[in-house]
């Protein structure tokens, strides 16, 4: 039977991480092996969780790492794997307990290099359904195509399995830290030759106050439109003649950036650099009217949208 290693950085997440573990020791699939990552938390609950679940299941492998950073946990992780295939999993999200089971059986009957699956965005009292990829097998440059226009590929590392051998000399860039998986997941894309997308949600990401990319400052927002510029500058230098293009992407960042300047009390605001010509006109409209609202509320009084590079 093949061995599938999943890695789960963990810090300070307390009793989100026991429903994280139950779900992963609950697996259909047994022959796993479960690495923890511990980014240093100083959290007793934790701590006592991850003590409670070593004593019941054999597969835990706990691991402390002194440098904080989920990039780094993830690298860390990386060194340590000694499965076929590698599957990330958060320590807040958790996966169906079937999942290993669906995703080691397509990522065989298939050939592929990875396969990635669809997910719910759970809340505390509901979960939200996006619209997810159809059952389908690309090669690099489809979903690289995907990737970039935000349909059916996207850039999470986690709800996918990926063939060991495909990540070995791949690792997360650990001065992006939240932000890595836009890097990883292009580098990794590039590398494969075959890709699966399966129409079957298998993973939880769950939507808790204080997490990574919840309650987003501008600062953080406009980094995370820095890694996709990065990602875009990334791929056309490898493949010029696709001309990919990251403008949903830039789009969605700048109205995190706008919203996180309403929250902040800096009143130096503007808006990165790129070509928005294929942003519907409705968007324009309703980033023109929240960057006013924005420039009212510092006191700013009506004015244009200021943009400058990010270079």
Same mark, same amino acid.
């Given at each position: 039977?093949?061995?599938?290693?999943?890695?789960?950085?963990?810090?300070?997440?307390?009793?989100?991480?026991?429903?994280?573990?139950?779900?992963?020791?609950?697996?259909?699939?047994?022959?796993?092996?479960?690495?923890?990552?511990?980014?240093?938390?100083?959290?007793?609950?934790?701590?006592?969780?991850?003590?409670?679940?070593?004593?019941?299941?054999?597969?835990?492998?706990?691991?402390?790492?002194?440098?904080?950073?989920?990039?780094?946990?993830?690298?860390?992780?990386?060194?340590?794997?000694? #499965?076929? +295939?590698?599957? &990330?999993?958060?320590?807040?999200?958790?996966? /169906?307990?079937?999942?290993?089971? $669906? %995703?080691? =059986?397509?990522?065989?009957?298939?050939?592929?290099?990875?396969?990635?699956? #669809?997910? +719910?965005?759970? &809340?505390?009292?509901?979960?939200?359904?996006? /619209?997810?990829?159809?059952?389908? $097998? %690309?090669? =690099?440059?489809?979903?690289?195509?995907?990737?970039?226009?935000?349909?059916?590929?996207?850039?999470?590392?986690?709800?996918?399995?990926?063939?060991?051998?495909?990540?070995?000399?791949?690792?997360?860039?650990?001065?992006?830290?939240?932000?890595?998986?836009?890097?990883?997941?292009?580098?990794?894309?590039?590398?494969?030759?075959?890709?699966?997308?399966?129409?079957?949600?298998?993973?939880?990401?769950?939507?808790?106050?204080?997490?990574?990319?919840?309650?987003?400052?501008?600062?953080?927002?406009?980094?995370?439109?820095?890694?996709?510029?990065?990602?875009?500058?990334?791929?056309?230098?490898?493949?010029?003649?696709?001309?990919?293009?990251?403008?949903?992407?830039?789009?969605?960042?700048?109205?995190?950036?706008?919203?996180?300047?309403?929250?902040?009390?800096?009143?130096?605001?503007?808006?990165?650099?790129?070509?928005?010509?294929?942003?519907?006109?409705?968007?324009?409209?309703?980033?023109?009217?929240?960057?006013?609202?924005?420039?009212?509320?510092?006191?700013?009084?009506?004015?244009?949208?200021?943009?400058?590079?990010?270079?």
């Amino acid at each position: 039977m093949a061995k599938v290693s999943i890695i789960t950085p963990v810090y300070n997440t307390g009793v989100y991480l026991k429903r994280c573990l139950s779900s992963l020791c609950e697996q259909t699939y047994q022959d796993l092996e479960i690495i923890l990552i511990d980014n240093n938390s100083d959290d007793e609950l934790t701590l006592s969780i991850i003590e409670s679940y070593r004593k019941k299941d054999s597969r835990i492998r706990y691991y402390k790492e002194p440098r904080q950073g989920l990039s780094i946990a993830y690298n860390s992780g990386l060194e340590r794997v000694s #499965g076929d +295939y590698i599957v &990330f999993v958060d320590s807040d999200d958790y996966l /169906k307990k079937e999942a290993i089971a $669906i %995703l080691l =059986k397509e990522i065989e009957e298939s050939g592929a290099d990875l396969v990635g699956a #669809g997910y +719910y965005l759970k &809340f505390d009292h509901f979960k939200f359904v996006r /619209k997810g990829s159809r059952q389908q $097998i %690309l090669t =690099k440059i489809e979903a690289l195509r995907k990737l970039c226009k935000n349909t059916g590929v996207n850039n999470y590392v986690w709800a996918k399995i990926y063939k060991a051998k495909l990540l070995k000399d791949i690792r997360f860039n650990e001065s992006y830290n939240n932000f890595s998986d836009m890097e990883y997941t292009a580098k990794v894309l590039v590398k494969a030759d075959k890709i699966a997308m399966i129409n079957k949600r298998l993973y939880y990401y769950y939507q808790r106050k204080g997490s990574s990319t919840n309650g987003m400052s501008y600062k953080e927002a406009l980094r995370m439109f820095a890694c996709f510029k990065m990602q875009e500058d990334y791929l056309n230098k490898l493949f010029p003649t696709e001309h990919f293009s990251m403008y949903q992407s830039f789009y969605r960042s700048e109205i995190m950036i706008l919203l996180g300047y309403l929250k902040s009390d800096t009143k130096d605001i503007y808006l990165p650099q790129y070509d928005d010509r294929n942003i519907w006109f409705i968007f324009k409209v309703f980033r023109y009217i929240l960057w006013q609202i924005v420039c009212l509320k510092k006191g700013l009084g009506l004015k244009k949208i200021e943009r400058r590079s990010e270079q």
